[in-house]
């Protein structure tokens, strides 16, 4: 398979599209949600209804803040809704257990298979996610994909976040590629609202995180049930 049209740059989000979010996320959350709330399990409940999770099964809504945000803004609204931890401990809390997580996610497919075979025909490729740099970082020595990356981002870099083009951006400015060049992929509505905002030449949404068929369809120009699924769309185009 060679690059298929004008697209030569592949820029992922992390979690529910690297990472099974429904296989992976469920107990984190909840943890999270202790964390945040210093062990009161009323307030944790209370505290994961706020940031969109089904407390019971750990579950997070299409596009909530658990989902799509990044930890400032889940801090922030886990702050403002009673949690007793200082905001700036509250950030450096969240960001240490998400980075701790690695180990536990599940990827949605071989990745070290998928980024060598896509890294080998050409493709240059990228992560951006609204997890910290840390844990993508991480998240890349794990799967064995550091290597094949071009690019690493997260909200913590200095590039922005999502929705804003500013990852992308820096995905173009890193590698030389023209925001027409690459692929947008991603398993949200943020995911595919930064690509837009950065005329990324393709939306390409999953359904292996929090969005739906429902949510993603309306706004992407392809929608995938997973990556596994990318080379033969990629190729068909």
């Known amino acids: 398979m060679s690059c298929p049209g004008a697209i030569r740059g592949l820029l992922f989000d992390k979690d529910g599209t690297l990472l099974d979010y429904a296989a992976s996320w469920p107990p984190i959350n909840r943890e999270a949600g202790l964390l945040a709330a210093r062990g009161d399990t009323a307030l944790a409940t209370e505290l994961l209804r706020l940031g969109g999770v089904d407390p019971a099964t750990g579950l997070a809504l299409p596009d909530s803040v658990l989902a799509i945000g990044n930890t400032l803004e889940l801090a922030e609204a886990w702050h403002a809704g009673g949690s007793p931890l200082a905001f700036a401990e509250l950030v450096l809390a969240l960001d240490a257990l998400f980075q701790g ?137």
């Open 101 to 237: 997580a690695v180990g536990r996610m599940v990827p949605v497919c071989h990745l070290g298979e998928l980024f060598g075979r896509l890294h080998g025909n050409g493709f240059v490729l990228g992560i951006a996610s609204n997890d910290s740099i840390a844990a993508v970082t991480a998240t890349a020595a794990h799967f064995g994909i550091a290597d094949k990356l071009a690019f690493m981002t997260g909200y913590d870099s200095g590039d922005g976040a999502k929705p804003e083009a500013g990852m992308a951006l820096a995905f173009c400015a890193a590698t030389g590629l023209d925001p027409a060049e690459i692929a947008m992929i991603g398993d949200s509505r943020h995911d595919m609202e930064m690509g837009r905002a950065a005329g990324a030449g393709l939306r390409i949404g999953v359904l292996t995180g929090a969005g739906t068929r429902e949510t993603l369809e309306p706004i992407s120009d392809l929608c995938l049930d997973s990556i596994s699924e990318l080379e033969i769309a990629l190729s068909q185009r």
